[in-house]
């Protein structure tokens, strides 16, 4: 009887000390994707995780229209587009929606299928990833059931993008 209690004792600390191990991690490396909402370029329409395409990964960028690492981003994203297949790109903003637009329209981001492009009115993604953020663009890839794969805090290259949808 002392075996079982002392297993069982055992077993409990453990589960506790996980669970306060865990507890330590930012939110946003603890769950999966969670619900969002942006405010898509038509200005009245938003886009929300139910919206996203199945059986896909999303790539999720915060960025900054004026930003010009997050243009250079932009541009060989674009460049790459067929490389990513397999994803879905979630691009926000919280910075005004007449940039977001600019921005949009600049890049011409509506013949895209596999871009959405929305802003953050609620300043949701910002919070959410605190306190990972540091520059932008910041960029969280999910795998299809939404489980995060990896952030990156700052540009990165294409090799290093598509070598997380593996």
């Known amino acids: 009887m002392k075996s079982i209690f002392l297993v069982l004792a055992f077993a409990l600390a453990s589960n506790i000390a996980g669970a306060q191990a865990d507890s330590t991690k930012p939110l946003f490396e603890r769950y999966p994707l969670p619900q969002f909402s942006i405010l898509l370029p038509d200005s009245a329409s938003y ?13 999720l ?5 004026e930003c010009e690492h997050c243009q250079h981003e932009t541009e060989l994203i674009l460049k790459n ?4 297949e397999k994803a879905h790109f979630v691009m926000t903003t ?3 929606f007449e940039k977001m637009k600019e921005f949009y329209d600049k890049y011409k981001l509506k013949d895209y299928p596999s871009i959405t492009m929305g802003r953050d009115t609620r300043h949701f993604f910002g919070g959410y990833f605190s306190p990972a953020i540091h520059s932008v ?3 969280a890839i999910y795998d ?7 952030v990156f805090d700052g540009a990165q290259k294409m090799e290093v993008l598509l070598a997380e949808l593996k």
Do not use: A, D, G, Q
Not at 50 to 55: I, Q, R
Not at 144 to 150: A, F, G, H, M, W
């Open 144 to 150: 299809e059931n939404y489980v995060l794969r990896k």
């Open 61 to 65: 960028i915060l960025f900054s229209p």
């Open 137 to 139: 663009p910041f960029i």
């Open 81 to 84: 587009i067929n490389s990513f």
């Open 47 to 59: 886009f929300s995780k139910s919206n996203l395409p199945k059986n896909k990964y999303t790539i």
């Open 94 to 96: 919280t910075l005004p």
